[in-house]
């Protein structure tokens, strides 16, 4: 795949220090399945299973624009609470290679693991007066789930991808994705663990591109 859009970006800079680029920008909305009604945990974002389908409750979506990009040298960092007995938020996208703390805020024991493919791992029982738990660094692509040995109902999801341009949509399913080189990609929406969209896409420097899903 080519990048004229970052080769553009660069000569530009090199010409003429301290001008920024002109970045491209895309925005639409995905049409997001029905809201469930809500289970007797009631929280706003939930993890719920139906036919062995993962999805977040109320729906949302994550969009990005495929890659591969280039990573960053200083791996980034963020978390997933444990905050009344649920993961906050439920649904993170992170690039590959990111670090993810998992800080618990409840006044109570948690063990969080997953044996998902894209990323295995056990912290053991804390709380939050504990140990220091280690950051997990996310390296491979892929929806990685998130449970609590304890607690049988959280879950949670990290869905870790190859790019650093994504963004959560609303619930509505209206999103905005700024700050993207130009030039021809792919852009993909992850609607649940079963379901991504894509449409391909022409991306100019100063100029916001209308695309839904479906």
Same mark, same amino acid.
């Given at each position: 795949?080519?990048?004229?859009?970052?080769?553009?970006?660069? =000569? #530009?800079? #090199?010409?003429?220090?301290?001008?920024?680029?002109?970045?491209?920008?895309?925005?639409?909305?995905?049409?997001?399945?029905?809201?469930?009604?809500?289970?007797?945990?009631?929280?706003?974002?939930?993890?719920?299973?139906?036919?062995?389908?993962?999805?977040?409750?109320?729906?949302? +979506?994550?969009?990005?624009?495929?890659?591969?990009?280039?990573?960053?040298?200083?791996?980034?960092?963020?978390?997933?609470?444990?905050?009344?007995?649920?993961?906050?938020? +439920?649904?993170?996208?992170?690039? #590959?290679?990111?670090?993810?703390? &998992?800080?618990? =805020?409840?006044?109570?024991?948690?063990?969080? &693991?997953?044996?998902?493919?894209?990323?295995?791992?056990?912290?053991?029982?804390?709380?939050?007066?504990?140990?220091?738990?280690?950051?997990?660094? &996310?390296?491979?692509?892929?929806?990685?789930?998130?449970?609590?040995?304890?607690?049988?109902?959280?879950?949670?999801?990290?869905?870790?991808?190859?790019?650093?341009? &994504?963004?959560?949509?609303?619930?509505?399913?209206?999103?905005?994705?700024?700050?993207?080189? +130009?030039?021809?990609?792919?852009?993909?929406?992850?609607?649940?663990?079963?379901?991504?969209?894509?449409?391909?896409?022409?991306?100019?420097?100063?100029?916001?591109?209308?695309?839904?899903?479906?």
């Amino acid at each position: 795949m080519r990048f004229p859009g970052i080769l553009s970006c660069i =000569l #530009a800079v #090199a010409a003429a220090p301290g001008t920024a680029c002109a970045q491209a920008a895309v925005e639409g909305r995905v049409t997001l399945p029905k809201a469930q009604a809500a289970p007797v945990m009631k929280q706003r974002y939930e993890i719920i299973t139906e036919g062995g389908i993962l999805s977040t409750n109320p729906p949302l +979506a994550v969009v990005y624009l495929a890659g591969p990009f280039p990573r960053p040298a200083v791996p980034p960092t963020r978390q997933v609470a444990q905050k009344d007995f649920v993961f906050v938020p +439920a649904l993170l996208p992170v690039q #590959a290679g990111t670090r993810v703390e &998992f800080p618990n =805020l409840d006044d109570t024991y948690h063990n969080i &693991f997953s044996y998902s493919p894209a990323k295995r791992f056990d912290l053991g029982r804390y709380r939050p007066d504990e140990r220091p738990v280690p950051a997990q660094v &996310f390296a491979v692509p892929g929806l990685v789930v998130l449970r609590c040995d304890i607690h049988e109902h959280m879950r949670g999801l990290i869905l870790v991808l190859d790019t650093p341009y &994504f963004v959560l949509t609303d619930t509505e399913g209206r999103y905005r994705l700024g700050g993207l080189p +130009a030039g021809h990609y792919t852009l993909k929406a992850w609607v649940d663990s079963r379901t991504t969209l894509e449409r391909p896409v022409e991306l100019h420097n100063g100029e916001t591109l209308r695309t839904d899903f479906p």
